[in-house]
């Protein structure tokens, strides 16, 4: 994977398309310690662009974020779909949905909305599945009580509900991209326990089916995370843990299923003592029961299918799922991008100067 080690500032959000193109979000501050309103932050967009020969290059394109005061922070957020095309949202309180669509690899930005222009049958390829809440809304519209499926187009970039619902009760949550065998996973609840569960599809959002890791887990557990590898499907449970040190992202429990996802056996539990206590991003899986947790307090390891646990690195990384495969960032220039959880090519994009 190309480096971009002259862009300037660092990277805070990548993404990698299937066909190994890709866009980059940085930024740039400057601070004042006596008067942090006057320090500022300048937002860039880089896109990754394929040379000759198979060789590719980081370079800057037209940035529709504004510049930020040094009291606002910068949060944004990006979604590719390969070939140019990608998706920037960008949150303010004047405008919470600021968004656009390019369709020329960043030398132009279209204007997006979040609101629903229709519906379809399936997620076509290249698409991205997100959710959005569904009427009626709270009466103070802050709080949503139900949401629904919404599928971001490749072509247009706007947002079209997914008629198929999966048979899930309360909030939705989509993986954002599909896994690598190409099905789709959501996260929810049990309709008859409330447990948390999944639903998976493998027809492209045409058809769902609901499968529930363990239906007796309390009120603690709040969702699933879910990763595929070779021959195996993880379920990481996230929620609270009693007893246990608090952190941000709590870990309670590991389910592997070798039947693609309907019927599964818990592999590790959460203890008093002992890591991991936290999942920052996703389970990252490899061939021969390989497993890798990127925790809060470093990286852990397990060669057998996520039974035992070994500290491996003390680098504290977040690692998610993109089209390319899974991509791990420390929050800073330095990433790392693995097709089967195992190799890894590692780049850096930016300057981390500010």
Same mark, same amino acid.
């Given at each position: 994977?190309?480096?971009?080690?002259?862009?300037?500032?660092?990277?805070?959000?990548?993404?990698?398309?299937?066909?190994?193109?890709?866009?980059?979000?940085?930024?740039?501050?400057?601070?004042?310690?006596?008067?942090?309103?006057?320090?500022?932050?300048?937002?860039?967009?880089?896109?990754?662009?394929?040379?000759?020969?198979?060789?590719?290059?980081?370079?800057?394109?037209?940035?529709?974020?504004?510049?930020?005061?040094?009291?606002?922070?910068?949060?944004?957020?990006?979604?590719?779909?390969?070939?140019?095309?990608?998706?920037?949202?960008?949150?303010?309180?004047?405008?919470?949905?600021?968004?656009?669509?390019?369709?020329?690899?960043?030398?132009?930005?279209?204007?997006?909305?979040?609101?629903?222009?229709?519906?379809?049958?399936?997620?076509?390829?290249?698409?991205?599945?997100?959710?959005?809440?569904?009427?009626?809304?709270?009466?103070?519209?802050?709080?949503?009580?139900?949401?629904?499926?919404?599928?971001?187009?490749?072509?247009?970039?706007?947002?079209?509900?997914?008629?198929?619902?999966?048979?899930?009760?309360?909030?939705?949550?989509?993986?954002?991209?599909?896994?690598?065998?190409?099905?789709?996973?959501?996260? *929810?609840?049990?309709?008859?326990?409330?447990?948390?569960?999944?639903?998976? /599809?493998?027809?492209?959002?045409?058809?769902?089916?609901?499968?529930?890791?363990?239906?007796?887990?309390?009120?603690?557990?709040?969702?699933?995370?879910?990763?595929?590898?070779?021959?195996?499907?993880?379920?990481?449970?996230?929620?609270?843990?009693?007893?246990?040190?608090?952190?941000?992202?709590?870990?309670?429990?590991?389910?592997?299923?070798?039947?693609?996802?309907?019927?599964?056996?818990?592999?590790?539990?959460?203890?008093?003592?002992?890591?991991?206590?936290?999942?920052? *991003?996703?389970?990252?899986?490899?061939?021969? *029961?390989?497993?890798?947790?990127?925790?809060?307090?470093?990286?852990?390891?397990?060669?057998?299918?996520?039974?035992?646990?070994?500290?491996?690195?003390?680098?504290?990384?977040?690692?998610?799922?993109?089209?390319?495969?899974?991509?791990?960032?420390?929050?800073?220039?330095?990433?790392?991008? /693995?097709?089967?959880?195992?190799?890894?090519?590692?780049?850096?994009?930016?300057?981390?100067?500010?």
């Amino acid at each position: 994977m190309a480096s971009g080690r002259e862009l300037p500032g660092s990277a805070h959000t990548v993404g990698l398309a299937a066909d190994g193109s890709g866009f980059a979000l940085l930024a740039k501050c400057l601070e004042d310690p006596r008067r942090p309103e006057n320090g500022f932050c300048r937002q860039y967009v880089a896109v990754l662009d394929k040379l000759d020969k198979g060789a590719s290059k980081w370079r800057l394109r037209t940035s529709p974020l504004t510049e930020r005061s040094g009291t606002e922070g910068v949060s944004a957020d990006l979604r590719v779909f390969g070939s140019g095309r990608a998706w920037v949202q960008e949150w303010t309180e004047q405008d919470p949905d600021r968004s656009w669509f390019t369709a020329d690899g960043g030398r132009s930005w279209q204007a997006r909305d979040v609101k629903r222009v229709g519906a379809v049958r399936s997620i076509p390829k290249g698409a991205v599945l997100s959710a959005q809440c569904a009427p009626p809304a709270a009466p103070d519209k802050q709080e949503c009580r139900k949401n629904r499926l919404m599928v971001m187009s490749p072509d247009d970039g706007r947002l079209r509900e997914l008629k198929a619902r999966p048979p899930l009760s309360g909030m939705l949550l989509p993986a954002a991209y599909a896994e690598p065998d190409g099905s789709w996973w959501v996260s *929810g609840k049990d309709r008859a326990t409330g447990a948390p569960a999944v639903a998976f /599809s493998r027809d492209a959002g045409r058809s769902w089916t609901a499968s529930v890791p363990n239906r007796s887990v309390g009120k603690l557990a709040w969702h699933l995370r879910v990763s595929v590898g070779e021959g195996v499907v993880y379920a990481a449970e996230m929620g609270e843990l009693k007893g246990v040190q608090d952190v941000k992202n709590p870990l309670r429990a590991i389910y592997r299923s070798r039947d693609g996802g309907r019927t599964w056996e818990r592999t590790w539990r959460a203890g008093p003592q002992g890591e991991p206590r936290s999942l920052m *991003g996703v389970l990252v899986p490899g061939p021969g *029961g390989r497993l890798v947790v990127h925790a809060e307090s470093g990286r852990f390891t397990s060669t057998d299918g996520g039974r035992i646990f070994r500290a491996a690195e003390p680098d504290i990384e977040h690692a998610s799922t993109v089209p390319l495969g899974r991509l791990a960032g420390g929050g800073g220039c330095d990433y790392r991008i /693995s097709a089967d959880g195992v190799r890894w090519s590692a780049f850096r994009l930016g300057d981390c100067q500010g």
